[in-house]
């Protein structure tokens, strides 16, 4: 590869790197160049993208980016899966993926700054997606106020079953 030809690659891995809040490095070894392309239709449904880097450029862009922390990773066949908004979806297509192609070893990652191992990677994928959470969190606030709508409901209409008999009493006694 020319040096200039390095250069670009350094500089597109550093802007994804210090762009990306959370990144998964994975070991491919072993997986044919079909199977990857499945892996990387499956990310990019999750909105993630799959790059297979050399270690060394890596190493170089991780200085240029301030992600120190992801050289540790860099060891062997890499390929590092760049996440969007939700970290959950990817790790489960990662993890999912690596259910039915033990070849692909997930090494580990970079959650928010945070160094995680694979075994983190897997219990990440275990977490519901954020639209789910975000469906819980909503309904966990709306519960009160369904309470107190029901309480409310029930006393105007106990009220209402007082006045209406109150109202039947004086009918018969007049």
């Known amino acids: 590869m020319l040096r200039k030809n390095k250069e670009a690659v350094i500089d597109e891995v550093a802007q994804l790197l210090g762009g990306a809040d959370t990144l998964f490095v994975s070991d491919y070894r072993g997986l044919s160049v079909a199977q990857l392309t499945t892996l990387r239709g499956q990310l990019r449904e999750q909105g993630a993208t799959l790059h297979v880097l050399k270690n ?3 190493k170089i ?11 540790e990773l860099l060891t062997g066949p890499t390929a590092v899966t760049f996440c969007g908004e939700d970290p959950v979806a990817p790790a489960k297509a990662l993890n999912d993926f690596a259910r039915t192609n033990p070849q692909l070893i997930v090494r580990g990652g970079v959650l928010q700054g945070d160094v995680i191992d ?6 990440l994928a275990t977490l519901p997606s954020r639209e789910v959470l975000v469906a819980q969190v909503v309904g966990s ?3 009160p106020m369904t309470g107190l709508v029901t309480v409310l409901q029930g006393t105007i209409s106990g009220f209402v079953r007082a006045l209406s008999q109150v109202a039947e009493q004086k009918e018969t006694a007049a």
């Open 56 to 58: 060394t450029l890596a």
């Open 61 to 71: 862009a991780a200085d240029r980016s301030g992600r120190e922390v992801v050289k």
């Open 118 to 123: 694979g075994d983190g990677v897997r219990r």
């Open 141 to 143: 606030m709306a519960a």
